[in-house]
């Protein structure tokens, strides 16, 4: 599982950060588990935050980026995208992953990756911080915004 040797985080004070989580709407069993762990870890934190439901995951970054540049101090991104029996799943990882990661290059802010790119959907419930998932990829995506965000703040002053 992916989910081996990932750090043990202790709880953070985001008081004062703004994260807009900007979710697709494909595979919404296992999207919605990513958006409640993202809403646990973001509400644990202090962190002010908002919702906004995109189409797909390709859609992600464009979105994203309009609430960095909108005043957000973070974003998280989360989408599900399952390989099918044509290069579209391909197509469709490597435009989110670099769209996301051109989105904090060029905000400068971070966005907190919770886009799962599986072979099938049970390595999606497995990771949507269900009951019974090994892994709960919303919270970690959250968690990774919420620390680069105050690293970034601390640098910054």
């Known amino acids: 599982m992916s989910g081996t040797g990932s750090p043990q985080s202790a709880a953070i004070d985001a008081a004062?950060?703004?994260v807009v989580v900007v979710a697709g709407t494909w595979h919404d069993a296992i999207t919605d588990g990513l958006i409640a762990?993202?809403?646990?870890?973001?509400d644990a934190s202090g962190a002010s935050w908002s919702l906004v439901r995109v189409p797909g995951a390709f859609e992600l970054a464009v979105v994203a980026k309009a609430a960095l540049e909108s005043g957000a101090d973070a974003a998280v991104a989360l989408g599900v995208i399952i390989r099918g029996g044509t290069p579209h799943f391909e197509y469709i990882s490597?435009?989110?992953?670099?769209?996301?990661?051109?989105?904090?290059?060029?905000?400068?802010?971070?966005v907190g990756f919770g886009v799962l790119t599986l072979e099938d959907e049970q390595q999606g419930l497995d990771r949507a911080g269900l009951?019974?998932?090994?892994?709960d990829k919303g919270a970690e995506a959250a968690d990774a915004a919420?620390?680069?965000?105050?690293v970034l703040r601390d640098l910054r002053r």
């Not at 919420?146 to 105050?150: D, E, G, I």
């Open 37 to 42: 762990g993202a809403q646990r870890t973001l």
């Open 146 to 150: 919420l620390r680069t965000a105050l």
């Open 94 to 110: 490597a435009a989110a992953t670099d769209g996301l990661t051109r989105v904090a290059l060029d905000t400068g802010k971070p």
């Open 16 to 18: 004062g950060i703004r």
């Open 131 to 135: 009951p019974g998932s090994r892994e």
